[in-house]
């Protein structure tokens, strides 16, 4: 059972366009969210976060949206860079007990420059 | 400085054999993990320590066996390989609670021939 999903494996975008990437999930009791850059070859590294009490969150070009009744998260890359290429995952977690991490199975996306 | 790092980067063994993951973090993390990304790219969590103590214990086959000595080594013994155990292996580490998520290693890629 595939709590969180990221329904789209691959996305291109031009370079300075914006680049969204979408994750659902079906857990109504996950109240954490985060987004993971991975690079080929290196382990995901942490991007941004966003707890369940808020609908947004910024950090430079990155920016999370979370529609909770949707159960729908996005990431926006805004202006999208060729480094940005890389690997998107989306995790999930209950914020008690273990803070087991629920990953989707990423977005491949691809800056043209 | 690698703060969380694995070896063997690259594992290829036959069926049958034993093999062992080495991780080991320098972050002064509490808490140490385990995942497999399997050839569906899904990012599994196996097992997780905190302190040295079990945390959390997904449904893996008793094959599998952590072992943490210390709370800054967590390693992970495979007994009779499968084909099936194919995959790359991550190990993690985070503080209690992790809400900035987790570090990851780079993975160790087990091919079992």
């Known amino acids: 059972d595939q709590q969180v999903k990221q329904n789209s494996p691959s996305l291109s975008v031009q370079e300075g366009r914006i680049s969204i990437l979408n994750c659902d999930y079906t857990?109504?009791?996950?109240?954490?969210f985060l987004w993971y850059k991975k690079y080929p070859a290196e382990g995901p590294t942490f991007l941004i976060s966003i707890s369940s009490i808020k609908d947004k969150n910024e950090d430079g070009r990155f920016t999370v949206f979370l529609n909770k009744s949707a159960k729908h998260l996005s990431l926006h890359i805004v202006p999208s860079q060729p480094g940005d290429s890389a690997v998107y995952f989306c995790a999930a977690s209950v914020t008690s007990g273990t803070y087991k991490y629920i990953f989707g199975t990423g977005t491949r996306l691809k800056v043209l420059a | 400085d690698t703060a969380v790092s694995q070896t063997p980067k690259y594992l290829v063994t036959q069926m049958g054999n034993d093999k062992s993951i080495k991780c080991e973090q320098n972050?002064?993390?509490?808490?140490m993990y385990w995942y497999k990304q399997d050839s569906k790219k899904f990012l599994k969590i196996m097992f997780s320590?905190?302190?040295?103590?079990?945390?959390i214990n997904e449904t893996v086959p008793n094959r599998f066996s952590p072992k943490s000595p210390d709370k800054a080594h967590l390693n992970l013994h495979i007994n009779s390989l499968e084909l099936g155990d194919s995959a790359v292996y991550f190990c993690a580490s985070s503080p209690l609670p992790p809400i900035y998520g987790y570090t990851f290693g780079s993975g160790t890629r087990l091919t079992v021939v």
């Open positions: 857990n109504s009791m996950f109240d954490y």
């Open positions: 320590y905190n302190n040295k103590e079990l945390i």
């Open positions: 972050l002064g993390h509490d808490t």
